[in-house]
């Protein structure tokens, strides 16, 4: 039995010792003509021109976006300041029943010494409100004013059955009421208190006696 294990033992140290080497083959280098073509689910997405993915090409970030074409023409401002003091539906009786209408009564001025007041009748508002402008133009006046817009002394005026009375006030600005303080404020007077005498609550009525006082003004 001893003899045995001896051998055994002299069996396993020499193979334990000897080593085996076994030969490895070179691993083939890749090169650039043998990768496989990327496809196009591989590919990343396209980005659009414009720097943005949406429709346009427009970045929200940085980018400024083109002008409309065909936009709104800018607004004239016009040449003088109108106001409507009453705007009232008329009938008309004829043969065949009722025609209805529209007058518009209209104080134009361009604040500077130039006002008018006038009248327009038509079947569309906007129709009426041209000729009311066309009628206020036609009898339009200059007031006598000085340097700082005032007034140069007392107006007294009854028409029809309007009463006003118009006076220089220093340092109170414009005092007034109704249709008479549009005529003033249209036509730039300033430091003036008006006063209306008649019980009348007819608005063109009180702005004529208003452009009618400031017709009889004089420069001294």
Do not use: C, W
Not at 95 to 112: C, E, H, P, Q
């Amino acid at each position: 039995m001893s003899e045995t294990k001896q051998q055994e033992a002299t069996t396993e140290v020499t193979t334990s010792d000897t080593v085996v080497e076994t030969p490895t083959a070179a691993a083939p280098v890749a090169s650039a003509t043998d990768a496989p073509a990327a496809t196009e689910g591989d590919r990343g997405p396209r980005r659009r021109r414009g720097g943005n993915d949406r429709r346009g090409g427009n970045d929200r970030q940085g980018g400024a976006r083109r002008p409309r074409r065909g936009g709104r023409p800018e607004r004239v401002r016009p040449e003088f300041d109108q106001k409507i003091i009453s705007i009232r539906r008329v009938t008309r009786v004829v043969a065949g029943g009722r025609r209805f209408s529209f007058s518009v009564a209209m104080v134009i001025g361009d604040k500077k010494g130039k006002v008018g007041v006038g009248i327009g009748k038509a079947g569309d508002t906007q129709l009426a409100i041209e000729k009311a402008v066309r009628d206020a133009k036609k009898h339009m006046i200059t007031v006598p004013v000085d340097r700082e817009y005032r007034i140069p002394h007392d107006v007294h005026v009854k028409l029809s059955a309007s009463e006003v009375m118009i006076m220089p006030a220093l340092g109170r600005g414009l005092v007034a009421g109704s249709s008479v303080r549009t005529v003033l404020e249209l036509a730039g007077v300033k430091d003036v208190t008006a006063k209306i005498f008649s019980r009348s609550k007819n608005k063109l009525n009180n702005a004529r006696a208003a452009v009618e006082a400031l017709k009889q003004l004089k420069n001294s």
